[in-house]
């Protein structure tokens, strides 16, 4: 299993970076998430990076046995972070954490 703060560069297949880069949205996250609201943000980042996915490749990764790293679901089915964020700057390296495994998943795209 890997975890949002792995090392990024030693991830190197496409579905254990999709699961990554989910589970380092909801790390990022100040709050818990729906299913609905993690998947616009990863499509969100992905359509920045350039990256060539489907929504319906993000949704069965939520929806399957595949754990989210660092992710449990609340009693109200909302996803949220093992590790809440403290401050703003934990935020905002969270965030870029996430990025930058969309810019990965968008480079393994090209031939």
């Not at 949704?59 to 809440?84: F, Y």
Request: proline content about 7%.
């Amino acid at each position: 299993m890997i975890s949002w703060d792995d090392d990024i560069d030693a991830l190197p297949e496409r579905e254990e970076l999709l699961l990554a880069l989910l589970g380092a949205i909801v790390a990022s996250s100040m709050t818990p998430l729906a299913e609905r609201d993690l998947i616009a943000e990863a499509c969100n980042l992905l359509t920045l990076a350039w990256a060539d996915f489907e929504p319906g490749e993000l949704r069965r990764l939520v929806g399957a046995d595949n754990p989210l790293p660092g992710v449990t679901v609340t009693s109200a089915g909302l996803l949220a972070t093992t590790s809440p964020p403290t401050d703003i700057g934990t935020v905002f390296a969270r965030a870029a954490r996430a990025e930058a495994i969309a810019t990965l998943l968008s480079d393994l795209d090209v031939p």
